[in-house]
């Protein structure tokens, strides 16, 4: 995307750029997104400082409240409602753990609000002709279509509501790319908020409820992801890079800590990703010496996760185990869903995958959910769910591909395997995933949104920009 856009003022009028695959952008409220980003860095200090005094669950519910007001001024300031529907996207798996006890309204209310989005801008959605966008909404149809067929009902509209909730993000995405700067911010304002949380919950780890590591995991993944959106627009930002390098090294060392391997696999291959985009040995140099100074730091500091985390880390490869004990019986649910496929190849119905087992009187008829994407869909939508899902995952890397462009390329290579590796270990619940799916799309496909973003905002045609500016 690092391509420049050029109007020239003909008389009162502007004319629109010549190239179809470039951004017209609004730089008007570049300022105020970046004030509010350094606010909300200083709210996120003060909140998690404040959570020593008065409770970590307490400055969680503090923060998902501004995040929502954010959100809702994105309605008139599409910039700043991305900072707050990212710092919602990063603080879900903390709310749905300490705030959320269950219930289809309570665990969905950010899911409600993204589907309202959604519905306020319908048009907009439909007008989105990429093909990461159509192969996104082909799978939601999917789902939607054999979810009558389901036992579970409530887990299928579970997993309506996730993968739909991302077309929500996506409109945020789509409006903020006015301004050239709010790819960098969110990945200031998400870095920020893992790094601080994550420091404020490892150490009063022993005052707080039990929260698995593996849900716990995608706080700090959803801010390497937005650092991982943001590092293509650092380079032009003074010192923009080395501050999100350390953001993403200490929020790394954090998804070390949880013990979690399928999130410490997905770490890594965003870790490639880095490297792809910096494509410099000093730069490289500096995120590895970042990096270990962490890890230095970390074990010190918090010793007893670390040898919790290697423990972990050494069982899945210890011989001695079987293979359901080192997988923590994930094994044993992958021959389940395999088996559901053997016995009803075109699927049992969204939802249904712990009602699968009962059925068909698999592995002791043990109702267990199916914890990957992939088992998941292959047992409840068939060798059609299947298929449209892996075109959908690969789309990502072949637009990248097709691009000719090393950034765009990068994208689509991180996102792909991203979704490939991490469905193997989990489902569609996370805000995680989608949210590095939604903030991809963009940078994927300027040509597609360029219908949206050269119409002007109501009551700004006078303010458009009538210079170059750079994505």
């Not at 017209?24 to 200083?42: C, M, N, P, Q």
């Not at 410490?264 to 965003?270: D, E, G, K, M, P």
């Not at 869903?337 to 009803?344: D, M, N, S, T």
């Not at 996370?430 to 597609?448: C, E, F, T």
């Amino acid at each position: 995307m690092g391509e420049v856009v050029t109007i020239k003022r003909v008389g009162r009028r502007a004319r629109k750029p010549e190239v179809k695959d470039q951004l017209y952008i609004e730089e008007s409220t570049t300022d105020s997104v970046g004030k509010f980003a350094r606010g909300l860095i200083l709210l996120l200090l003060i909140m998690w400082g404040f959570s020593f005094v008065w409770g970590y669950s307490n400055s969680v519910l503090v923060l998902n409240i501004v995040g929502l007001l954010l959100a809702i001024l994105g309605f008139r300031f599409p910039g700043i409602g991305l900072l707050g529907i990212g710092l919602l996207c990063t603080l879900d798996p903390l709310t749905r753990n300490l705030l959320l006890s269950g219930g289809l309204w309570r665990w969905n209310t950010l899911n409600y609000w993204l589907i309202i989005v959604v519905l306020l801008n319908l048009r907009l959605v439909l007008r989105l002709n990429d093909p990461n966008t159509r192969w996104l909404e082909a799978f939601w149809i999917i789902l939607a279509l054999m979810l009558p067929l389901s036992v579970y009902i409530n887990d299928g509209l579970q997993d309506l509501l996730n993968v739909g909730a991302t077309l929500g993000i996506l409109i945020y995405f789509v409006k903020a790319s006015r301004d050239s700067r709010v790819y960098y911010w969110q990945g200031m304002v998400n870095g920020f908020a893992g790094v601080l949380g994550g420091l404020a919950f490892y150490l009063q780890l022993g005052n707080l409820p039990y929260i698995n590591p593996n849900s716990w995991a995608a706080f700090p993944m959803t801010a390497i992801f937005s650092i991982a959106l943001a590092l293509p627009s650092a380079g032009a930002i003074k010192r923009g890079r080395p501050i999100l390098l350390f953001l993403a090294a200490v929020n790394i060392i954090w998804i070390f800590l949880t013990g979690s391997r399928g999130s410490l696999l997905t770490a890594f291959v965003v870790v490639v990703y880095y490297m792809l985009v910096l494509r410099s040995i000093s730069w490289t140099t500096l995120f590895l010496v970042v990096g270990s100074v962490a890890v230095f730091w970390a074990s010190n500091l918090l010793w007893e996760r670390e040898a919790y985390a290697l423990n972990r880390i050494q069982r899945l490869f210890d011989p001695t185990y079987t293979l359901a004990e080192r997988t923590s019986g994930r094994s044993d649910i992958a021959a389940t869903g395999l088996k559901i496929f053997q016995e009803r190849p075109l699927g049992i119905g969204t939802g249904s995958f712990r009602a699968g087992a009962i059925l068909l009187n698999i592995q002791n008829g043990a109702a267990r959910p199916a914890h990957s994407g992939w088992i998941k869909t292959l047992a409840e939508n068939g060798i059609q769910g299947i298929l449209i899902m892996a075109i959908m995952v690969g789309s990502f890397l072949i637009n990248g591909w097709l691009s000719h462009e090393h950034q765009r390329f990068a994208v689509g290579f991180l996102v792909t395997v991203v979704l490939a590796v991490s469905f193997v270990s989990k489902e569609f619940q996370g805000k995680d995933l989608w949210y590095l799916v939604a903030g991809s799309i963009p940078l994927l496909n300027p040509q597609h949104i360029n219908a949206y973003l050269q119409t002007p905002l109501p009551g700004r045609t006078r303010r458009m920009a009538h210079q170059g500016t750079r994505v």
